[in-house]
């Protein structure tokens, strides 16, 4: 069975920092794009970032570009998103999110996290 | 301003058809990037509904369509159930901002 469990959801203050996790499980982990998304409380699911399954691509979106990082770690089966320069706008719950297609990037997600909440409060 | 436009809510009482648009540009739907649906049950993570315009995973009933047209894209639920009140999102990707966009989502209510 497919499971992503997302960890490392908290609150911090404006500029504060955090790392997410997202452990993989139940799938050939190296084959799959990992997106993360996020969901500000009451609003829409907004794409944050994007590693591929050879980590050749990277993306970001223009509201985090420069301040987040997103990295793959094939041995542990886990994907993070560093979050550097955290402001109020940033407070959401993050999805980590499989990509359906293996060896391929920019098709839909068919396995979703749980998510973890991030806050982002003085 | 989300880069795909839903609209906000629709509503049909049990049994009934409904429609959700989602209208997109040259740069995303119309540059011939798939779009997807998923369903959002409120507390609860997303889930695939129909993936590449109109396939559906496993799982999902067929009273849950897609197609997808020019620079715009539709999800059709025929046979309306109290189960199917949930918010509902297009996605699709834009070669611009090089990455995945999402509609602002559309709050389907059961009458």
């Known amino acids: 069975e497919v499971q992503l469990v997302e960890s490392g959801g908290g609150l911090v203050k404006p500029g504060g920092s955090l790392r997410l996790s997202c452990a993989a499980s139940?799938?050939?982990?190296?084959?799959?794009?990992i997106n993360w998304v996020r969901q500000a409380p009451g609003k829409g699911l907004e794409w944050v970032s994007l590693?591929?399954?050879?980590?050749?691509?990277?993306y970001y979106a223009d509201s985090v570009k420069g301040r987040f990082t997103i990295s793959r770690d094939i041995a542990k089966n886990s994907v993070y998103l560093q979050m550097n320069g955290l402001t109020g706008e940033d407070t959401a719950v993050y999805y980590c999110v499989r990509e359906r297609i293996p060896w391929n990037y920019g098709s839909a997600g068919d396995h979703w996290g749980q998510g973890a909440l991030v806050t982002v409060s003085s | 301003q989300s880069v795909l436009t839903q609209p906000p809510s629709v509503s049909g009482a049990p049994g009934q058809r409904v429609t959700i648009s989602c209208t997109g540009s040259s740069s995303n739907i119309g540059a011939g990037y798939d779009v997807h649906w998923y369903q959002q049950i409120p507390g609860t993570a997303p889930k695939l509904l129909i993936y590449?315009?109109?396939s559906r995973p496993s799982g999902v009933p067929d009273r849950f369509s897609g197609s997808k047209s020019d620079t715009s894209a539709s999800l059709a639920i025929t046979g309306l159930q109290a189960e199917d009140e949930a918010d509902y999102y297009c996605q699709s990707f834009d070669r611009s901002l090089s990455g995945s966009v999402f509609g602002g989502g559309t709050r389907l209510t059961v009458l």
């Open positions: 590693i591929s399954s050879s980590n050749r691509y990277i």
């Open positions: 139940g799938f050939t982990f190296r084959s799959y794009s």
């Open positions: 590449d315009n109109n």
